[in-house]
C-alpha cells in the first residue's frame, strides 16, 4: 500500500500539484523535500534552524505540527523520521525530541495564524546580513523585492534564543498578518498556506535581499521602483503567487527524486508510538 501511495504521490509531484492537499504523507513528502532543497540550495545553518506544516493525525483524529528531530543534518531528514507534535509540544509521531526553539516559536505562531499552514525559520545568508544593519528594511530595488510588497514585518528587539512558547507569542504577535518576519541580528520567518509558496519565498526574498546587500556594497545611492510601479505589480504577481511557487518547489522536488531519493523514505519507523493502518493516509490536510 505505502509503495502504492508513493508512486501516487511521484505521479503528483511530476504534474507540480499541491501535495499537501492530497495525501496526509504527502505533507511528510513535502516538507522533507523542503528540508533538503534548502540545504541544496544553501539556505540552512547546519543542523540549526527548523520548518513545520500542520498535517492530520495518522490516527485520523485532530492534527498534529511535523517538524524535523533535533540534531538531524538537513541531509538526513526523510518523510518517516519527521515528528508529529500535538499542541502541547508532545510528540505523538514518531521518536524523539524537536529542539526547543522550534516548538516553542513554531506552535505559537500556527496557533496565532489559523490561516496559515506552514512556518519556516532559517538564518540564509542574504537576509541575515540584511537583519544585522539597523535599518533592516526590504527597499523595493528589483523586481524580486516587489514580491513581498507590503507582506514583511520587523522585529527590532533581539533577545538572545527563544527557549520560550512566550517568545513564540511575541514573535507571532509582531508578525500580525503579514507573511514574513525579517528578525532583527537573527534571521527570517515565513508562513504560508502551502509548503511549495514558503518554500518559494524563502528562496526569493534571499535573492531579493542578495541584490540589496551587493548594492549597497556599491556605496552608491539606491535607486527604487516608483510607487505607482510597484502597485501595479504587485497584484498581478500575487493573483498568480502560487502557481509560481508551486513551479520552483516542484523542480526541486524533482531534482531530489533523481539525486537524492532516500527523502522519499515513508516505511522505517514511520509511526510507534501513534499506530494506524495505511489506508489513513489517505486523508485530507486541509
Not at 142 to 167: L, M, T
Not at 211 to 223: E, I, N, Y
Request: hydrophobic share 40%; proline share 3%.
Amino acid at each position: 500500500m505505502l509503495t502504492r501511495l508513493t508512486r501516487q504521490v511521484q505521479d503528483v509531484a511530476a504534474c507540480g500539484r499541491r501535495l499537501t492537499r492530497t495525501f496526509t504523507s504527502a505533507a511528510r513528502l513535502e516538507l522533507a523535500a523542503a528540508y533538503r532543497g534548502l540545504e541544496l540550495l544553501g539556505l540552512n545553518e547546519g543542523v540549526s534552524n527548523h520548518l513545520s506544516a500542520m498535517a492530520p493525525r495518522q490516527s485520523g483524529e485532530g492534527e498534529v505540527m511535523l517538524v524535523f528531530r533535533e540534531g538531524l543534518h538537513w541531509k538526513e531528514v526523510t518523510a518517516s523520521n519527521l515528528l508529529g507534535l500535538d499542541m502541547s509540544a508532545k510528540t505523538v509521531e514518531g521518536e524523539g525530541s524537536p529542539d526547543v526553539t522550534a516548538s516553542s516559536i513554531h506552535l505559537a505562531v500556527h496557533q496565532k495564524r489559523p490561516d496559515i499552514r506552514v512556518v519556516m525559520h532559517t538564518h540564509q545568508p542574504y537576509v541575515s546580513a540584511l537583519a544585522a544593519l539597523e535599518d533592516c528594511e526590504l527597499r523595493m530595488v528589483h523586481q524580486n523585492s516587489i514580491r513581498f510588497w507590503n507582506r514583511v514585518a520587523y522585529d527590532v528587539e533581539y533577545g538572545g534564543v527563544a527557549f520560550s512558547f512566550e517568545e513564540g507569542e511575541r514573535l507571532a504577535k509582531v508578525l500580525g498578518d503579514k507573511d514574513v518576519l525579517i528578525m532583527g541580528n537573527h534571521g527570517v520567518m515565513v508562513v504560508a498556506p502551502t509548503i511549495s509558496m514558503a518554500f518559494e519565498m524563502l528562496y526569493f526574498l534571499e535573492r531579493a535581499a542578495m541584490v540589496q546587500v551587493m548594492a549597497f556594497s556599491t556605496q552608491r545611492p539606491l535607486k527604487e521602483i516608483p510607487e505607482e510601479v510597484i502597485k501595479s505589480v504587485a497584484p498581478e504577481y500575487m493573483k498568480r503567487a502560487q502557481n509560481y511557487a508551486d513551479t520552483l518547489y516542484y523542480a526541486v522536488f524533482r531534482e531530489l527524486q533523481r539525486t537524492q531519493p532516500d527523502f522519499e523514505k515513508t516505511t522505517d519507523n514511520l509511526n510507534r508510538r501513534s499506530c494506524s493502518s495505511p489506508q489513513s493516509l489517505g486523508n485530507l490536510v486541509r
